[in-house]
C-alpha cells in the first residue's frame, strides 16, 4: 500500500445491514438439531440431576428413620432377652423349690416311723437351693441335741418361721422334720 493515498472511510449503514443479516441467520441456527438438541440435551441433565438429589436426600432420610427404627427393635429386643432371663432364673428357682418340695416329703414320709433315740433320720433339703441341708441331724438323738443356732438355721433352711421359745422351735423343727410319733 502507498503512503500517499487516502483511506477510504468505513460504511456504517452497510456494515450494520450485513450484521443484521449475520445475526437473522444466527438466530435460525437454534432451531438445528444439533444446537437445540444440546440445551435440550443440557436441561433433561439438569433435570434428571435435580431428580437424583431429591431421590438422594428421601433415600437418606428414609435410611435415618430406618436406622432409628432398628435401635429401637433392638432395645425392645434386649429388653425382652432380660425379661426371658428372668423368667428363665424364676423358673429354675421354682424347680429347685419343687425338687426340694418332693424330697423333704419323701423324707418326711421315712422320718414319720421313727420312734427311737436310735433310729436314722432321712436328710432334708434346703427349701430354695434344693440342696441338701449341711450337718444334718443323722439321729433322732442328734436332733434332740441340736442348739439353738443350728435349730434356727434348718428350720431358715426348710422355709419355716424363726420364732417363739428355744423349746418350741425344736418341737416345730421335729414336726418340719417328720418326726410326729415323738412330739408332745
Not at 22 to 47: F, K, N, S, W, Y
Request: proline share 4%.
Amino acid at each position: 500500500m502507498e503512503h500517499n493515498t487516502v483511506p477510504h472511510p468505513p460504511d456504517f449503514p452497510f456494515a450494520a445491514d450485513g450484521l443484521r443479516r449475520a445475526a437473522d441467520q444466527l438466530e435460525r441456527c437454534v432451531h438445528l438439531p444439533a444446537v437445540d438438541g444440546g440445551i435440550q440435551t443440557m436441561q433433561m441433565l439438569r433435570a434428571l440431576m435435580e431428580r437424583f438429589d431429591r431421590l438422594e436426600h428421601n433415600i437418606r432420610r428414609e435410611i435415618g428413620g430406618l436406622g432409628e427404627r432398628i435401635e429401637a427393635l433392638d432395645q425392645k429386643v434386649d429388653a425382652l432377652d432380660q425379661k426371658v432371663d428372668a423368667l428363665d432364673q424364676k423358673v429354675d428357682a421354682l424347680d429347685h423349690k419343687v425338687t426340694a418340695a418332693n424330697k423333704n416329703s419323701t423324707a418326711r414320709t421315712r422320718n414319720s416311723v421313727v420312734t427311737r433315740r436310735s433310729d436314722d433320720l432321712s436328710p432334708l433339703y434346703n427349701a430354695t437351693t434344693g440342696e441338701r441341708i449341711t450337718r444334718f441331724p443323722r439321729k433322732l438323738r442328734d436332733l434332740e441335741s441340736l442348739n439353738e443356732d443350728r435349730v434356727d438355721a434348718i428350720l431358715a433352711a426348710l422355709g419355716e418361721p424363726v420364732e417363739g421359745e428355744a423349746e418350741e422351735r425344736k418341737r416345730w423343727l421335729k414336726y418340719a422334720v417328720g418326726v410326729t410319733t415323738q412330739v408332745v
